[in-house]
């Protein structure tokens, strides 16, 4: 089987992180290697990261795409996932993202959706149907594919490698998964729906930066 890095974006949300990561450490298939990149915080997010055992990298300049970059890059696995520090993967995520890349050895990268909680189930839905169901059923007729979910996905090594060079690492008016989803090689075979692991905790998604 792959081996696995869990990168995970993190500006100021150490109590969320926390959670986070006490969920990856509960996976009933570990990560070989947990990167919590530091975007800039002030608060204990190096602390905590450092407490649950995550390997930390810096990134001092502010914003999603220099950090979710950052740890990327510093990623060393066959397998690249992904997590917000808002997302709490239930125990069978990393087993079911390497399940899902072993059944489809063609496919390069697989996402999926995410349910929201902290919030009350009508908004829960809302968020579930229109805001997630709008990104996965609008964004591949503009692509021609399925899109990435920054929330809950993973790609092989060289996915990363091969759309590093071209996206913006320093812009701040686009998500880094939609911008991830555009500079894509066309070669590349997107695979969903991986189960919803990585709920945010409000009707918004919290992103870093």
């Known amino acids: 089987m792959a081996t696995i890095s869990v990168v995970i974006p993190c500006h100021n949300d150490a109590g969320l992180l926390s959670t986070c990561l006490a969920a990856l450490a509960a996976q009933v298939r570990p990560a070989e290697e947990v990167i919590v990149v530091d975007n800039a915080s002030t608060d204990a997010t190096a602390e905590t990261a450092r407490a649950a055992g995550a390997r930390i990298v810096s990134e001092p300049a502010r914003g999603i795409w220099p950090a979710a970059a950052a740890g990327y890059d510093a990623a060393t696995r066959e397998v690249i996932a992904r997590l917000d520090a808002d997302s709490v993967p239930p125990p069978d995520w990393l087993a079911r993202l390497e399940a899902g890349l072993a059944r489809s050895p063609e496919a390069d990268l697989i996402t999926g959706p995410g349910d929201f909680y902290g919030c009350s189930p009508l908004v829960a839905w809302l968020g579930r149907t229109f805001y997630l169901g709008g990104y996965f059923f609008w964004i591949p007729v503009w692509l021609g594919h399925r899109p990435v979910f920054g929330s809950n996905f993973a790609m092989r090594r060289e996915v990363w490698l091969g759309a590093r060079g071209r996206v ?19 070669a590349v075979r997107v695979r969903g729906p991986a189960r919803r692991p990585a709920p945010p905790p409000s009707p918004g998604l919290t992103r870093s930066g």
């Not at 913006?168 to 555009?182: G, K, Q």
């Open 168 to 186: 913006n690492r320093e812009r701040t008016d686009i998500h880094d998964d939609l911008d991830l989803s555009l500079h894509l090689d066309p």
